[in-house]
């Protein structure tokens, strides 16, 4: 049972344009929302996070938006660059639960920035 | 310093082997998880420590495996019997604060 989605495999960019990754949910209790970007053969790096308090959160080219009522979240990444094509992964959590808040991931989209 | 080692960074092995991992923080950090990713596939849950103690469990972590945190910095994590669907990479976290913090896995492959 995927609790979190992320139905595009993939996206092509060009440079300098905006990337937008999307990610569905279907648990209520997620209450705390994660992206991460992985290289081939290391670990996922955390990218940016947003509580479910908030509905917009930016750091610097990286800006998350959570639409909790559509239980949707999207990546905004402007202006793409070719360092950015990487597989990008959502990542959600119930901070609110007593147990080991541990993260649901998607599947994760291939970005790939097209000089 | 959220950092964290793993070692081995890959491993082959036979079907009906045990392996085991390890992993490091630089840095004391209460939470460590263990995560598998399998081709195609976001990490899944394996186990969750506070401290020395291992307080969750997921059902992907089947009777052959098991984990430890001896004395609250080091963790292992032990495969006995390997199977070929164990082939996957085993990734380490460190919990700080709401968010979690990535080794560099083990790429394990079971022949």
């Known amino acids: 049972d995927q609790q979190v989605k992320q139905n595009s495999p993939s996206l092509s960019v060009q440079e300098g344009r905006i990337s937008i990754l999307n990610c569905d949910y279907t648990n209520s209790m997620f209450d705390y929302f994660l992206w991460y970007k992985k290289y081939p053969a290391e670990g996922p790096t955390f990218l940016i996070s947003i509580s479910s308090i908030k509905d917009k959160n930016e750091d610097g080219r990286f800006t998350v938006f959570l639409n909790k009522s559509a239980k949707h979240l999207s990546l905004h990444i402007v202006p793409s660059q070719p360092g950015d094509s990487a597989v990008y992964f959502c990542?959600?959590?119930?901070?609110?639960?007593?147990?080991?808040?541990?993260?649901?991931f998607g599947t994760g989209t291939r970005l790939t920035v097209i000089p | 310093d959220t950092g964290v080692s793993q070692d081995p960074r890959h491993k082959i092995t036979k079907r009906g082997q045990n392996v085991t991992f390890r992993c490091d923080p630089i840095s004391e950090h209460n939470r460590l998880y263990w995560y598998r990713q399998t081709l195609g596939q976001g990490p899944e849950f394996l186990t969750y420590f506070q401290n020395e103690a291992q307080l969750e469990k997921s059902r992907l972590l089947s009777d052959r495996f098991s984990a430890e945190r001896p004395k609250g910095s080091f963790s292992t994590l032990e495969i006995q019997r390997t199977e070929q669907g164990d082939s996957a990479m085993y990734l380490c976290?460190?919990?700080?604060?709401?968010?979690?913090?990535f080794g560099p896995g083990t790429r394990l492959t079971v022949l």
């Open positions: 976290t460190l919990g700080v604060a709401n968010e979690q913090f």
């Open positions: 990542a959600a959590s119930a901070l609110a639960g007593t147990g080991a808040n541990n993260l649901f």
